[in-house]
């Protein structure tokens, strides 16, 4: 069974595909030298550099960094010493919010190119997330004149998480952004709107066992991958979904001429 939804020139596929190759995998953790914090760029160079067919095991750290995470009421020992680190050392950023880790340049990906990006699997970086609300956000901007922090805990492992006494719900992890590099002519656009790119679709459909695809703009592609959420319903009612940091299992292929 095959399930397409369009959303503008990005095509998200949910399917079962057999691929003979053996792939080789590699890690791109969560770290400094990784990270471009709020935008996309075709200039921003690639940390990695895969073959078509290839895995990649991408650590990515929760939007907004960790102002909000502490506002929220996390302690600093249940903090990720890599979060910390790319908080600390990532100090150019915007014009959005969300720190991306990439590029990742996929050999033969070239303009007119489609490139498929098939989720294996995904887990958590840290058994907790953030909602939040900020004053004139979110769909309903002047109802709440004031902002709120909210933290959630669960178990590691666990499938469901308690919003409040009598309230579980099921999680649901997925990235909230995969994008490419915009057309060279374009320059640095913010992370936060999708586009031609992709980029921030905040799509709840885009689970382990989705795959994207997406139009190359320039050589390589330049896939980048941030925002993780541990759920979310459709959109972003208040500005952010269970905000958190996760570690993503990606199949790349390049799909020529598509």
Same mark, same amino acid.
């Given at each position: 069974?095959?399930?397409?939804?369009?959303?503008?020139?990005?095509?998200?596929?949910?399917?079962?595909?057999?691929?003979?190759?053996?792939?080789?995998?590699?890690?791109?953790?969560?770290?400094?030298?990784?990270?471009?914090?709020?935008?996309?760029?075709?200039?921003?160079?690639?940390?990695?550099?895969?073959?078509?067919?290839?895995?990649?095991?991408?650590?990515?750290?929760?939007?907004?960094?960790?102002?909000?995470?502490?506002?929220?009421?996390?302690?600093?020992?249940?903090?990720?010493?890599?979060?910390?680190?790319?908080?600390?050392?990532?100090?150019?950023?915007?014009?959005?919010?969300?720190?991306?880790?990439?590029?990742?340049?996929?050999?033969?990906?070239?303009?007119?190119?489609?490139?498929?990006?098939?989720?294996?699997?995904?887990?958590?970086?840290?058994?907790?997330?953030? =909602? %939040?609300?900020? #004053?004139?956000? &979110?769909? !309903?901007?002047?109802?709440? $004149?004031?902002? /709120?922090?909210?933290? +959630?805990?669960?178990?590691?492992?666990?499938?469901?998480?308690?919003?409040?006494?009598?309230?579980?719900?099921?999680?649901?992890?997925?990235?909230?952004?995969?994008? =490419? %590099?915009?057309? #060279?002519?374009? &320059?640095? !656009?913010?992370?936060?709107? $999708?586009?031609? /790119?992709?980029?921030? +679709?905040?799509?709840?459909?885009?689970?382990?066992?989705?795959?994207?695809?997406?139009?190359?703009?320039?050589?390589?592609?330049?896939?980048?991958?941030?925002?993780?959420?541990?759920?979310?319903?459709?959109?972003?009612?208040?500005?952010?979904?269970?905000?958190?940091?996760?570690?993503?299992?990606?199949?790349?292929?390049?799909?020529?001429?598509?």
């Amino acid at each position: 069974m095959r399930r397409a939804v369009p959303i503008g020139l990005v095509l998200l596929v949910a399917t079962q595909t057999t691929w003979t190759q053996q792939p080789r995998t590699h890690d791109l953790a969560l770290t400094p030298e990784h990270v471009h914090w709020g935008y996309y760029d075709s200039r921003v160079p690639p940390v990695l550099r895969i073959t078509s067919g290839d895995r990649v095991r991408v650590e990515t750290m929760v939007a907004g960094g960790l102002q909000r995470v502490r506002l929220a009421g996390a302690s600093e020992s249940e903090i990720p010493e890599s979060l910390k680190t790319v908080e600390l050392r990532v100090t150019e950023r915007g014009p959005g919010a969300h720190p991306m880790t990439g590029p990742i340049f996929v050999e033969g990906a070239e303009a007119g190119d489609a490139l498929e990006v098939r989720i294996l699997a995904i887990e958590f970086l840290h058994p907790f997330g953030v =909602v %939040a609300f900020n #004053p004139v956000g &979110g769909v !309903i901007p002047d109802d709440f $004149p004031y902002a /709120h922090f909210q933290l +959630l805990r669960w178990q590691p492992g666990a499938d469901r998480v308690q919003f409040k006494p009598g309230v579980s719900l099921t999680l649901a992890p997925f990235f909230g952004s995969i994008g =490419v %590099a915009p057309p #060279p002519l374009i &320059g640095r !656009i913010s992370s936060r709107p $999708p586009g031609w /790119h992709g980029g921030n +679709l905040d799509n709840k459909d885009l689970v382990a066992g989705s795959t994207l695809y997406l139009p190359v703009h320039v050589q390589g592609a330049l896939l980048s991958i941030g925002d993780g959420h541990g759920m979310q319903g459709d959109g972003e009612v208040t500005g952010t979904a269970l905000e958190t940091s996760l570690r993503g299992t990606f199949e790349v292929r390049v799909r020529k001429g598509r």
